[in-house]
């Protein structure tokens, strides 16, 4: 176990030191000082799988450190110092910095060069994760493949599907835990009436095997 956690760190660091998006930009380069923003554990079983850091976790440097990172944690019922401890829940988002604004003020999408350069590396050096949760439709493309659903509202819809398939980790898709959903998730009940219980069932069992 020595040689894996050593491995796991020092994947970490490299990924921290990454400057891709500047020196070998897919499309023009990052706008600003890269900040990678992800925690990668050789015993969490349990993986978020988000879009990208938002400006507040770019400046603090913590993924989910914001209003999102608020309602996700309700959504799993964890507390703050159960959701930051690394032994039990791996972050990994598509595109570890904060990617910028459009023009219209919204955050970009996430930078491609992390997809390319480390997601698939990420994976295999974490074979122990049993379960990801995949936020949004990025997540959702990367790690569904062709069980992701035309939307992502259809997408969670089908969690019950996704997450009988026979893959290893399984997979548990949601919809982004942004206050901008607030209305989709009035429109969805059956969110917080199915699958909300099923999700705190398998962060519990989770968590908890992560210790044993």
């Keep these: 176990m020595p040689d894996v956690e050593e491995a796991i760190k020092q994947l970490q660091r490299n990924i921290e030191a990454c400057h891709l998006c500047i020196t070998n930009p897919i499309k023009g380069p990052l706008p600003h000082e890269p900040r990678p923003v992800v925690r990668l ?95 949004g439709q990025y997540a959702q493309a990367y790690h569904l493949g062709s069980n992701k659903a035309a939307t992502v509202t259809d997408t969670v819809r089908s969690w019950r599907k996704v997450m009988d398939r ?28 199915d699958l909300l219980p099923v ?3 398998e962060v519990r069992r989770l968590m908890k095997s992560s210790s044993l």
């Design 41 to 135: 554990s050789s015993t969490a079983r349990l993986c978020i799988a988000g879009q990208a850091p938002g400006l507040r976790v770019h400046e603090s440097g913590i993924p989910f450190d914001d209003r999102s990172g608020d309602r996700l944690r309700q959504w799993m019922g964890l507390d703050r110092d159960q959701f930051y401890d690394r032994s039990k829940l791996a972050i990994v988002p598509m595109g570890f910095c904060f990617p910028g604004y459009n023009a219209s003020g919204s955050d970009l999408p996430p930078r491609k060069e992390c997809q390319a350069a480390w997601h698939d590396l990420i994976f295999i050096a974490m074979p122990q994760i049993e379960l990801v949760l995949t936020i």
């Design 199 to 201: 999700l705190r069932s």
């Design 166 to 193: 026979a893959s290893v980790p399984r997979f548990l898709p949601l919809p982004h835990p942004s206050w901008r959903n607030t209305g989709w998730l009035k429109k969805n009940p059956w969110f917080e009436t």
